[in-house]
């Protein structure tokens, strides 16, 4: 099983957020890699059992690279049955995670609720918080990969 935690950062907090997810989803034995946007590849969506996607908030809104990768790139992979989860750091209103869980929903997407928001730097505390969705991903995975054995 395989995770990715795609993020698009503009000061770095969104960046700690997908380290810490992708840690928690180790934390249980899967394989996951935070990936920036920029860098992130089609045969990694692919391959991935999951997929976190994580965006700063800007005017309301998801950032506009991130919007075009959900709409293009990630839609091109048929994510279909994937599993999926948002998160995001905001300074203002926070609406950019529930955009992407919107459209993941809108792809088909099985995505954990709740969204998880952040509001400025993560805390300490945060960080906890990430690793525990990152947690729960990694639980779900399985339970989806277990629930689809042939009995």
């Known amino acids: 099983m395989k995770a990715i935690v795609v993020y698009l950062s503009t000061s770095g907090n969104t960046k700690i957020m997908a380290e810490a997810i992708a840690s928690g989803i180790e934390s249980k034995h899967v394989d996951a890699k935070a990936v920036s946007f920029y860098d992130v590849k ?52 926070g609406e950019a995670p529930i955009l992407i869980a919107e459209k993941m929903r809108e792809m088909g997407m099985i995505v954990i609720d709740p969204v998880l928001r952040i509001l400025h730097k993560p805390t300490d505390k945060d960080v906890q918080e990430c690793k525990r969705l990152g947690v729960d991903i990694a639980e779900k995975m399985k339970q989806i990969s277990k629930a689809s054995q042939p009995q």
């Open 42 to 93: 089609v045969e990694d969506l692919n391959e991935a059992d999951a997929i976190a996607v994580g965006s700063s908030t800007f005017y309301y809104k998801m950032l506009q690279p991130m919007e075009k990768f959900m709409d293009e790139t990630l839609a091109s992979t048929n994510p279909k049955g994937k599993l999926g989860a948002a998160f995001g750091s905001y300074g203002w209103s």
